[in-house]
């Protein structure tokens, strides 16, 4: 499965369960997560799409960790079973 089909799957879940999930695109701050899940009730998280297997480049790593030290949820996603889980524990917070 490709990266452009998980992230495909991605949107229409977030999008069943009443959200949206559009891409993030942070010219001159490369490295940034793909995705940003907004959920109803102010649930929100960066997603990172990868094809199976694959992870995140070092860059993306340190860009991940900052988020985080921010308060930022930041999930990485490689495969279409993890979305579900994902989804719930976004909206658990």
């Known amino acids: 499965m490709r990266e ?3 992230e495909r799957k991605l949107t229409l879940m977030v999008k069943k369960r009443g959200g949206i999930c ?8 490369d490295g940034m997560p793909d995705r940003i899940v907004l959920l109803p009730g ?7 799409v990868k094809a199976p297997g694959e992870k995140p480049r ?3 790593l ?14 990485v996603l490689d495969a279409e ?3 579900g889980g994902i989804l719930d524990e ?3 917070t």
């Open 90 to 92: 976004i909206q658990s």
């Open 81 to 83: 079973e993890q979305i």
């Open 62 to 75: 340190s860009r991940h960790k900052l988020l985080r030290r921010l308060g930022f949820p930041v999930y």
């Open 58 to 60: 070092p860059l993306q």
């Open 4 to 6: 452009k089909t998980i």
């Open 22 to 29: 559009p891409k993030f695109v942070s010219p001159g701050f």
């Open 42 to 48: 102010c649930h929100f998280a960066f997603v990172e």
